[in-house]
């Protein structure tokens, strides 16, 4: 019951951070407390009233403005197999989401998702670099370093507003819902001003026109917290999509079917689920390979605990790896012939990748 109430809000909230309406005006004067509260924070990190940690390799942060879900694993996948192609060794460091770690806890095969989260058990399974979990991601990323001490750049997934640990370069990650309203918690969905400095925009989305560029992409003076009063100059905004081509069992995973195949069987009964912060991303993505399916949204980093599936009049049911890995923990649906997992693949500028090496060039990444 209470799962379902707060689901029930955060149904509610989600669809009013869109638009400027009755419950967004009315929380709005809470919002100005947010910023102002947030705002202290960041200046007591520049003055240095509050400490930040500078670790002796580049850190990278793949983060977002926008609560929720906006493909933050999918960027941070792509961008560690561009940098191992490019010759280097990149580590990943991450809160985990549900973790049951207190300190630093590294990621490894026998890993479950109660153990360090799904979204860096996914990043592990995919990429095959060292990834290691924790609440402070500055004492985490030097536990990683420490015990792999090969690795010479380090990205955090999530973490953008983690002042305590410093970073060479930020990537800020939107999708097709832009900035929402342009407010901050809880009138809109952003936790800082669309206005803070960043040295990357990327955007997921199949298609980004100008106006969603305008609105996540503004280019107005701000600064930079960790690195003083550097201005904000308006960069070209990077456009990334998630690519999905076929479906593997899930107790088979070499058991694949292209989606078109699929797609090519309408009296196939077909349902998706996902447990992402933006579900409709997954079931667009699906309806673009022609597959007409029943939606089964669910609250990101669902659990799965409450066999979702158990009522499902479906042929066959598709999944995101992020919900893979937690039902391939869980017997009775790892054993369900109907579970299918739809990898996706991010598809973005090779220049990114190259961009980044260039801007940690002056720091040790030999």
């Not at 609560?67 to 580590?91: D, E, N, S």
């Not at 792999?148 to 380090?154: A, G, K, Y």
């Not at 077909?270 to 089964?296: C, D, H, Y």
Request: glycine fraction near 8%; aromatic fraction near 4%; charge should be positive.
């Amino acid at each position: 019951m209470a799962t379902n109430k707060a689901s029930a809000l955060e149904s509610t909230l989600t669809r009013n951070w869109l638009r400027r309406g009755p419950l967004a005006c009315a929380l709005w004067p809470v919002s100005l407390v947010f910023r102002l509260l947030s705002g202290v924070r960041v200046a007591l990190f520049r003055a240095g009233v509050l400490t930040s940690s500078r670790l002796p390799v580049p850190v990278v942060v793949v983060g977002n403005i926008y609560i929720g879900g906006t493909g933050k694993t999918p960027l941070t996948i792509w961008l560690v197999q561009a940098l191992q192609a490019a010759g280097m060794r990149p580590g990943v460091i991450s809160r985990g989401f549900g973790s049951d770690a207190d300190g630093a806890r590294e990621v490894t095969a026998a890993s479950t998702p109660a153990q360090v989260g799904d979204e860096p058990l996914l990043i592990k399974q995919r990429t095959g670099c060292p990834v290691m979990v924790g609440r402070d991601r500055a004492a985490t990323g030097r536990a990683l370093l420490a015990a792999h001490p090969d690795v010479n750049i380090l990205l955090t997934d999530d973490g953008l507003q983690h002042y305590k640990l410093q970073r060479d370069v930020e990537i800020i990650l939107f999708d097709g819902r832009g900035a929402g309203n342009g407010w901050l918690l809880p009138a809109g969905p952003l936790r800082e001003p669309v206005s803070r400095r960043r040295d990357f925009t990327v955007i997921n989305t199949p298609e980004m026109s100008e106006a969603l560029v305008r609105a996540v992409n503004p280019g107005t003076a701000g600064s930079d917290p960790m690195r003083g009063q550097t201005p904000y100059t308006r960069t070209a905004a990077i456009q990334m999509t998630l690519v999905g081509e076929y479906a593997e069992q899930l107790r088979d995973r070499t058991q694949k079917k292209p989606l078109t195949e699929l797609a090519a069987h309408p009296a196939l009964r077909v349902a998706a689920a996902a447990g992402i912060g933006n579900p409709a991303r997954f079931f667009g993505m699906l309806k673009s390979a022609g597959l007409r399916i029943t939606e089964l949204p669910l609250p990101d980093h669902h659990d799965f605990q409450d066999r979702p599936f158990a009522a499902l009049d479906a042929d066959l049911i598709l999944m995101t790896e992020k919900d893979a890995v937690k039902c391939a923990q869980i017997e009775e649906l790892r054993d369900d012939p109907r579970l299918w997992v739809v990898p996706v693949t991010a598809r973005i500028d090779r220049a990114l990748a190259d961009q980044i090496v260039e801007k940690c060039r002056g720091r040790s990444i030999a």
